[in-house]
């Protein structure tokens, strides 16, 4: 998924900005109970114990299920969208595309948007209303049949989603500050996929249930209200997130904000050589898997014969292999660090599972499930190498560049495969992809060129070269002896 | 970098120099190989003005070509018939046969001697006739005809369709022919009586004919392959309506056609070969976006060489103007055996039986089904149209072949990474022979 900081590995870096002042309520606990405020004492509602905090856990997970849930309702259901709204492929993928497009923008605005304009918990919750309102339009447009509805729907639920997930994060960081973070952010993760997984093994059989009493466009419209019960489910949990804050805040006589995130758009000059490849890197390898996804299910009915449900089963392989391969290839890397190798192999391997799937008509599991595991492995090593190029305090700006710029990437991209699916076939399609993965290993390569050259390979160290380069580069311009300079010259 | 980050690099190399060096390997077809480029020459009506006159060519309403197709040794006769059910009879001969068509006994209904020939007899010979369209009442949706109660389905027979030559869109040369047939009417018979009706009010039923003796790819979806051996028909079926009354006319019609294929061989010569349904599965669909299966009916194979095919692709239009998205389903059903014995397999009806004579039941005789229709495409009132191009002749099928673009861009693709890390692997030797002297001179 584009928005989420796909990585279950090292994230102390992520919680970004450097801001000391972001609340953390696991932590610290300067206030004593002795404040009596806030009902309760039991552990469940005390905000320090780990119980109360777990509960909390449970609803930041599902905060973001809608918005997972019904990003891919699209893909699940494109052979009926294309009947029941007599579309082309073009025209289907102008659905992920309406998505992608406000959040070219919005990773730099949503931050700012939760930090300074609404704060976290009304942000929240403005966007999941962003989020109900959104599948709502859209699936008002398959009721009434008209398309152009349906693209201000994503539209309107693409404002929500991306910001959403920012605001997952900085709820993260808020609660689970420290060691549990990592953990945190994986299970974040690994509940998104869930929320993709099962939308892909569901919508089909729903659909064929709907089906029996309503036809056509009607039918289509109602599974997608129907869907967008899980957004009225974010919705709820980011209001019971609100109330937790809140209270939490007031206990605990926090005062504070912070998405974690501080956008300065000026800081752009400041990036070096090494961000820019990475981002080429990162765009070029997304736009090669997500419309893929969008547009799977046809191809895998058409050329492997798989049912609609099948088809379906196969698409959604990709995410439940990354809930289960992210968090341990997350752990991978902070074991080993050696990152571009891992960025390198990655891309390697998603060129030929795009290979297998295009020019064999081998078992669709086979090529999706490398697919998987590549793109988990993707995802773990590259956004860390982020935080190692970029000073903590434009970590913000960084990423919200790396993530509008995959948003466009993503926006332009997925109507161009649509309109290759048209008018060029499937084959064409996979030999666009690879094409795109061939760019984004040709950056990769570069990258660790230019890094060997520039930064002594810094991004393809262990961990303990890194550790002995960092305390080097710190340490060792202090311990030179002027008495040395004496010896050289005899 | 280290010595181990080199070898890795290099032997990414050295796989995507294999990969693109089978893509070449493979992509060596022999298209450049020109073979003995054939010559068209028609005649329409061949030999009608003895009974019809001098002017008998030009005759719009009747309809027999002779398509000839000279090569250097021999000649590929392509013969169409509308008169009666529309057929296609193909035959090879010598280079100085000619046919003879006696048009008194071919017009005669039920004569068993056969009254087109070749002088000399041809060396091979292969036919298809479309003999009767099926309308079926679909109430269930179930689509296939085979699944459909058989008091639902009514047959139709071909041979009272009335057809027209639309010579004014019909042009032909040595390298590259097209006709168009239309019929807008059918003759219904009632006991003794026989009255024409329209077929609808913008109903008709059009075959065109085309050929080109270069190879290449049709600018008409399914774009199928041409080649010199082989003619591609297109059939448009636009709001027939075959029933007599409003209240024949089925709520939930799927339409479906019969052809009788009949190859020139003795079953007794054959043993057990008989004609077979192929399906075969392409990796490409470039040429047909999603459809990645070719159906074909393939003959035995006589004389070592000489065999027959009709090939299509799963697919038909159901608007006027061919498009992806009005795209439905062909069903393709099992061969049947045929003869002329049996009244409902109508092989009276076309000129294989002129040909053949009444020795057509000791050949290879066979009868296809095919039928039109998604599910919940909205029947065939939906649009009441249907398109579909299929194509036939000597030899094998034409195998559809990746095309250059795919190998361009996988190449390119390719090569950008490859040439990056031939840099790569370059500067970081010179790197490494330049640094050791370097050392040496700083005492390090």
């Not at chain 1, 994230?11 to 609340?23: N, P």
């Not at chain 2, 041809?122 to 298809?128: D, I, P, R, V």
Request: with cysteine.
């Amino acid at each position: 998924m584009a928005r989420i900081l796909d990585d279950g590995g090292d994230t102390d870096v992520l919680t970004g900005g450097g801001s000391t002042d972001t609340r953390d309520y696991g932590e610290s606990s300067v206030e004593t109970r002795s404040g009596g405020q806030g009902g309760c004492w039991f552990s469940c509602c005390d905000p320090r114990s780990s119980l109360h905090r777990f509960i909390v856990l449970l609803f930041m997970c599902f905060l973001g299920f809608g918005s997972y849930f019904c990003y891919d309702n699209p893909g699940a259901l494109q052979d009926n969208f294309m009947k029941d709204m007599d579309i082309t492929t073009a025209q289907f993928t102008y659905l992920y595309s309406f998505y992608s497009w406000p959040n070219v923008v919005l990773c730099f605005v949503g931050g700012f948007l939760l930090d300074s304009v609404f704060g976290i918990r009304l942000g929240t919750v403005i966007f999941c209303i962003f989020l109900v309102i959104g599948q709502i339009v859209f699936a008002l447009g398959g009721i009434f049949d008209m398309f152009w509805l349906m693209l201000l729907g994503r539209f309107i639920f693409g404002i929500g989603g991306e910001s959403l997930a920012v605001a997952q994060n900085a709820y993260a960081v808020s609660w689970f500050k420290g060691k549990e973070l990592n953990m945190v952010f994986g299970l974040q993760l690994s509940f998104a996929r869930v929320g993709s997984t099962v939308n892909f093994n569901l919508m089909e059989p729903l659909y064929k249930w709907m089906n029996t009493s309503y036809k056509g466009h009607t039918c289509t419209g109602i599974v997608l209200m129907i869907a967008g019960a899980t957004c009225i489910l974010s919705l709820f949990c980011a209001a019971a997130l609100a109330i937790f804050d809140f209270r939490a805040e007031k206990i605990l006589k926090k005062q504070t904000l912070g998405s974690g995130e501080k956008i300065r758009l000026s800081d752009v000059r400041y990036f070096p050589v090494s961000f820019w490849l990475m981002c080429g890197s990162c765009v070029a390898y997304y736009v090669a898997i997500f419309p893929f996804i969008g547009l799977g299910k046809v191809f895998f009915i058409r050329k492997f014969d798989f049912t609609p449900e099948g088809a379906n089963a196969v698409n959604s392989i990709l995410y439940i292999v990354s809930a289960v391969a992210s968090p341990l290839f997350g752990l991978l890397v902070d074991r080993t660090g050696r990152n571009v190798f891992y960025v390198f192999i990655s891309i390697l391997v998603t060129i030929g599972a795009h290979g297998i799937l295009a020019f064999t008509f081998l078992n669709p599991y086979v090529g999706m499930c490398i697919m998987g595991l590549s793109y988990s492995m993707l995802a773990s090593a590259l956004w860390p190498m982020v935080a190692l190029v970029i000073p903590e305090h434009q970590l913000g700006t960084a990423y919200g560049i790396m993530q509008a710029v995959q948003n466009f990437g993503l926006a332009v991209i997925t109507s161009v495969a649509g309109e290759i699916v048209d008018t060029g076939g499937y084959l064409l399609l996979e030999v666009f992809f690879i094409a795109w993965l061939c760019l984004s290993l040709a950056c990769t390569v570069l990258l660790w060129l230019h890094d060997s050259s520039h930064s002594a390979g810094l991004l393809n160290m262990s961990i303990d070269d890194r550790d002995r380069w960092e305390h080097d580069k710190i340490y060792l311009p202090l311990t030179t002896l002027p008495s040395d300079d004496y010896f050289t010259d005899l | 970098m280290s010595s181990l980050q080199l070898l890795l690099l290099g032997a990414t190399l050295g796989l995507f120099g294999l990969i693109v060096s089978t893509e070449g390997m493979s992509n060596g077809r022999d298209d450049m190989k020109i073979e003995e480029v054939r010559k068209f020459t028609t005649v329409i009506n061949p030999g009608c003005q003895v009974r019809f006159g001098v002017n008998c060519s030009a005759l719009t309403n009747m309809t027999l070509l002779h398509i000839k197709s000279e090569g250097k040794t021999d000649c590929y006769h392509f013969l169409w018939s509308f008169i009666g059910a529309p057929t296609l009879l193909m035959a090879r001969t010598s280079l100085n046969s000619t046919l003879n068509v006696n048009w008194d006994e071919m017009l005669e209904e039920n004569v068993p001697t056969p009254s087109i020939t070749f002088n000399p007899p041809a060396l091979y010979s292969f036919g298809w006739s479309l003999v009767k369209i099926w309308i079926a009442d679909d109430i269930n949706d179930v689509v296939q005809l085979n699944q459909i109660n058989q008091s639902m389905i009514t047959g139709y027979q071909t041979k009272n369709f009335i057809w027209e030559r639309f010579d004014n869109i019909s042009y032909q040369n040595s390298t590259h022919l097209s006709y168009t047939l239309t019929a807008k009417k059918y003759i219904h018979y009632f006991n003794e009586s026989k009255q024409v009706f329209d077929l609808g009010p913008d109903g008709y039923f059009k075959f065109t004919i085309r050929m080109k003796s270069s190879n290449g790819y049709s600018d008409v979806l399914p774009y199928m392959l041409y080649s010199e051996n082989s003619t591609q028909v297109d059939i448009a079926f636009n709001d027939v309506q075959l029933n007599l009354t409003e209240t024949d006319y089925p709520g939930h019609p799927r339409i479906g056609f019969k052809y009788l294929v009949v190859q020139g061989a003795h079953l007794k010569d054959l043993k057990n070969e008989r004609m077979r349904l192929e399906r075969t599965k392409t990796l490409d669909d470039e040429h047909t976006p999603g459809v990645f299966e070719t159906l074909s009916v393939r003959t035995p194979i006589l004389n070592k060489t000489d065999q027959s095919f009709i090939q299509w692709k799963p697919i038909c239009y159901t608007g006027e103007v061919r498009d992806v998205i009005d795209s439905v389903d062909v069903w393709s059903y099992p061969l049947q055996n045929a003869s002329s014995v049996n009244g409902d397999d109508n092989v009276q009806d076309s000129i294989l039986y002129s040909y053949y004579g009444a020795d057509v039941d000791s050949m290879l005789l066979e009868a296809v089904n095919i039928s039109f229709g998604t599910q919940q495409d909205g029947f065939y009132n939906k649009t009441k149209h249907i398109s579909w191009t299929y194509s036939t002749g000597f030899g094998e099928p034409p195998q559809d072949f990746v095309s250059t673009l795919v190998f361009i861009i996988i190449g390119i693709g390719l090569g950008i990474p490859a040439l990056i890390i031939i840099l790569s692997i370059t500067y970081v030797l010179v790197k490494r022979l330049k640094q050791p002297r370097d050392d040496l001179l700083l005492g390090r």
